[in-house]
Nanobody
Framework: QVQLVESGGGLVQPGGSLRLSCVAS????????MGWYRQAPGKQRELVAV???????NYADSVKGRFTISRDNGQNTVYLQMNGLKPEDTAVYYC???????????????WGRGTQVTVSS
């Protein structure tokens, strides 16, 4: 099995910063894409940022220029640096990873349980 564990969420004032981390562990042969999604109350889960194979990063328009996604392949970890936070960034942030467990299994998407980010004065 594969586990994704997020950390780094919390309460921050508008304009502040947070850094989210997500560590993948378990039976892992290789990891393709890793990314972050978020879900605000009453809304659908949406893509925030993703790093695809090759290192290309894609961001939601709402976070471009404020958020930066990065990855430590040796540690199976993905980060999300969030600057200039706004109240509308308040949501539960989920980590997502495309994991290949063995040579004979297909790659599968896994999700973490999420970490709450609240932006409020």
């Amino acid at each position: 099995q594969v586990q994704l564990v997020e950390s780094g969420g919390g309460l921050v004032q508008p304009g502040g910063s947070l850094r989210l981390s997500c560590v993948a562990s378990g039976r892992i042969l290789s990891i393709g894409s890793m990314g972050w999604y978020r879900q605000a109350p009453g809304k659908q889960r949406e893509l925030v940022a993703v790093l695809i194979t090759g290192g290309t990063a894609n961001y939601a328009d709402s976070v471009k220029g404020r958020f930066t996604i990065s990855r430590d392949n040796g540690q199976n970890t993905v980060y999300l640096q969030m600057n200039g936070l706004k109240p509308e960034d308040t949501a539960v942030y989920y980590c997502n990873a495309l994991v290949k467990a063995t040579f004979t299994t297909m790659s599968t998407y896994y999700w973490g349980r999420g970490t709450q980010v609240t932006v409020s004065s």
